[in-house]
């Protein structure tokens, strides 16, 4: 494999592997507040963390230039602040993989949280646990298998993410290029063989995701 | 030490008014299903939070509407054993049991589980996970669960509805130890009745959300003209205790 195929393989990898890990984060934190509390604007919450599953991926680019764009809503006052900013840089690529990622993480462990009997939660509080500690101790590790679903799930939307990773971090070669921005670039320059190499790697990879997530899913219901 | 409460609490069209007291001696609830039993006991616990009332504990608050003292069922310090045999599926028996315990040195807490493994003979048991026990020994580990921590009062959720007779026989005579050997209040909620005359010190019957009697098991289950119409829609006892009197 040449270098430009191998950089973009190593990125796609990278930014992949942060916006989970960031997506896992968030996302169990919303799901769990989303299947437990009632709290005014719930629906409004449960919608703002569907939308980039509907959304157009450059509407939700657009977005997040609106809000991290060096005039950004944000952004201007990173870049006051530290003379920085995010775009057309490889964390903008992680950013908007994780915002696209996210709505599948939040879904799936909701469901998985949902499913935990509501008795086994209050037998915790009645042997005198916390929430935190009933959280952590009994709803997570029995909606485990969900989390993990949802997380590999994550995983392989971060690692196809194309349209919004294009609005806020550009096809910068060597710099943003991810592995479907190359695959775009190569197949716009009929560099066909090359293409087939990575479209062929990346079909067999997310093949591999939706059978482990599926496995998961399936042993959760 | 026991338990004094009132109760006032409307779900739908459904009334829970109900007001009783007990002393250290094990109080069963009794009626038909939908009285109000599972409600009151969830009340207690701190699970559901009653519209009006009091709840003490012996001296202690644990609900008083009028003075806004609300405590939070984690610090009660009551032992609760729900219908439907909840273990942690995710832990073992051994697991399951030191879960009621909240801290406390590594040694003690070794201890006391292995104080209660024994008590409750689950020593053959103790690394299996609760989808490789039987029912019976499901309960006996909801039962060293919510006791290993010394509560204060132990709550019973028709904890043997769903055994078979023989097993619930030997549950019976479980109870009956725990009461003796722990000294703690119980209140036991049944619709069995003959569990709820053999078991029991005080009795309090349920009919739709009110209580229509209160006292001894001998007082309300030998007097057949004391029986609440509710008692007599009861399904007919397969083997009655021999000092039963039933219509």
Redesign the interface.
């Known amino acids: 494999m040449d270098s430009t195929i191998l950089f973009s393989l190593r990125l796609s990898l990278q930014v992949a592997f942060v916006a989970t890990l960031a997506v896992i984060v968030v996302g169990v934190y919303v799901a769990y507040l989303l299947a437990r509390k009632d709290f005014r604007g719930k629906e409004f919450v449960d919608i703002l963390f569907t939308l980039p599953l509907v959304l157009p991926p450059t509407v939700t680019g657009y977005y997040l230039i609106i809000l991290f764009g060096r005039n950004g809503f944000l952004g201007r006052y990173i870049y006051d602040l530290t003379g920085w900013s995010i775009m057309f840089t490889w964390y903008a690529a992680a950013l908007a993989s994780f915002v696209v990622a996210l709505p599948l993480m939040v879904k799936t462990s909701r469901a998985a949280f949902e499913s935990v009997d509501k008795s086994l939660i209050e037998a915790s509080f009645t042997l005198g646990h916390t929430e935190l500690k009933t959280a952590l101790k009994v709803i997570i590790p029995i909606a485990k298998r969900g989390i993990i679903a949802g997380a590999i799930l994550s995983f392989a939307r971060a690692l196809g993410e194309f349209g919004a990773t294009l609005m806020v971090a550009g096809n910068i070669p060597g710099k943003t290029s991810t592995m479907p921005l190359t695959i775009y670039s190569l197949a716009n320059s009929g560099e066909w063989s090359r293409a087939n190499i990575l479209v062929i790697f990346f079909t067999c990879m997310s093949g591999v995701f939706l059978y482990v997530a599926n496995k998961l899913s399936k042993r959760l219901a | 030490m026991g338990f004094s409460l009132y109760l006032k609490k409307r779900l739908g069209n459904f009334l829970l008014d109900v007001s009783w007291e007990m002393d250290n001696e094990l109080l069963v609830l009794f009626g038909p299903s939908g009285a109000g039993k599972s409600l009151t006991l969830q009340m207690i616990?701190?699970?559901i939070e009653p519209d009006e009332g009091f709840i003490y504990s012996g001296k202690r608050i644990l609900f008083d509407r009028a003075k806004s003292i609300h405590i939070?069922?984690?610090?009660?310090?009551?032992?609760?054993v729900?219908q439907?045999r909840?273990a942690?599926?995710?832990m073992t028996v051994r697991e399951n049991i030191a879960?009621?315990l909240?801290n406390g040195r590594k040694a003690d807490r070794e201890h006391k589980v292995n104080e209660m493994i024994n008590l409750f003979h689950l020593e053959m048991i103790a690394r299996k996970y609760p989808s490789e026990i039987s029912g019976g020994q499901k309960q006996r580990v909801?039962l060293a669960?919510?006791l290993i921590?010394r509560p204060d009062a132990l709550l019973l959720d028709e904890p043997f509805s769903a055994l078979d007779t023989v097993l619930r026989t030997g549950m019976r005579a479980l109870l009956r130890y725990i009461r003796q050997h722990f000294n703690t209040p119980i209140i036991l909620v049944t619709h069995d009745i003959q569990e709820a005359y053999s078991m029991a010190d005080k009795v309090v019957v349920y009919s739709s959300g009110r209580i229509s009697q209160i006292g001894t098991p001998s007082e309300i289950f030998q007097d057949s003209s004391n029986l609440d119409a509710d008692l007599h829609n009861l399904p007919p006892l397969t083997a009655p205790a021999p000092e039963l009197v039933f219509p």
């Open positions: 616990a701190g699970l939070p069922p984690q610090q009660r310090s009551l032992g609760y729900f439907d909840v942690f599926p995710h879960y009621g909240r909801t669960r919510a921590g």
